[in-house]
């Protein structure tokens, strides 16, 4: 298991106490990474067309 | 002019399973981590070896920040191995059709293809034409695992069409 330290403002950091003290997740950690996993699953699809149009404006007019 | 590459599975498999992996041949230098070159010979074969790509290895371990990001980002040995490739090589072109590696890699600052913007550069660089690459997109679904969305390959149809005046 890897660890990333990362800062966060105050006020969300206070948010995430909040879910946590609620009893919504076990800590802090399991939070983070549940909210990571589900940006991931949400925007694959919205990447997917980014990565894409990228691909086409390079392969039609880019160099290299 | 054409950049160095680093090349993951993905579209040394795409492109082998749609009979372009020539398209890749005029890059002065094509790096294939031995992670990945491995992964390629038990998915797909018949894509290797290739006079034009060198395989490389065995690849330093990724610095500890991006090992974080690749653990963080479910990235397997192959696209950590690229981006430990890359780390030496910040000119390159990272070629990779798996949009996690391609969102770290992006954000670590490289540049990034897939196999869709291979195909389309192959007009460009005059080893396709324009009717040889649409029938090539038509083609993924049916001849290649790469998975695109049907709405947005209809998409990257019509902009080929429009680009070119060819009557959809």
Not at chain 1, 24 to 51: C, H, K, T, Y
Not at chain 2, 31 to 58: C, D, I, M, Y
């Amino acid at each position: 298991m890897a660890t990333v330290k990362v800062d966060l403002p105050e006020q969300l950091h206070e948010q995430l106490r909040d879910f946590v003290a609620h009893g919504w997740f076990s800590n802090e950690g399991d939070l983070v990474q549940e909210a990571i996993r589900r940006f991931l699953e949400s925007r694959a699809p919205e990447l997917m067309s980014r990565f894409i149009k990228e691909d086409v404006d390079w392969g039609l007019r880019g160099n290299g | 002019m054409a950049k160095p590459v680093v090349c993951n599975a993905g579209p040394l498999i795409h492109l082998d399973q749609l009979g372009s992996l020539d398209l890749l041949s005029d890059f002065p230098s094509i790096s294939v981590p031995e992670t990945v070159w491995a992964e390629v010979t038990h998915h797909r074969p018949t894509a290797l070896p290739q006079p034009f790509l060198t395989k490389v290895g065995p690849v330093a371990a990724v610095a500890s920040g991006v090992a974080a990001l690749c653990r963080a980002f479910s990235l397997d040995a192959g696209e950590a191995a690229c981006l430990a490739l890359l780390s030496g090589m910040p000119e390159a072109i990272f070629l990779t059709d798996d949009a996690a590696a391609r969102l770290v890699a992006g954000n670590m600052g490289f540049e990034v293809h897939g196999t869709i913007g291979v195909l389309l550069r192959s007009i460009r660089t005059g080893k396709r034409n324009p009717a040889q690459v649409l029938q090539l997109l038509d083609e993924i679904p049916t001849r290649s695992s790469l998975y695109i969305d049907r709405a947005l390959l209809a998409q990257v149809r019509g902009r080929l069409c429009q680009e070119f005046g060819i009557n959809s």
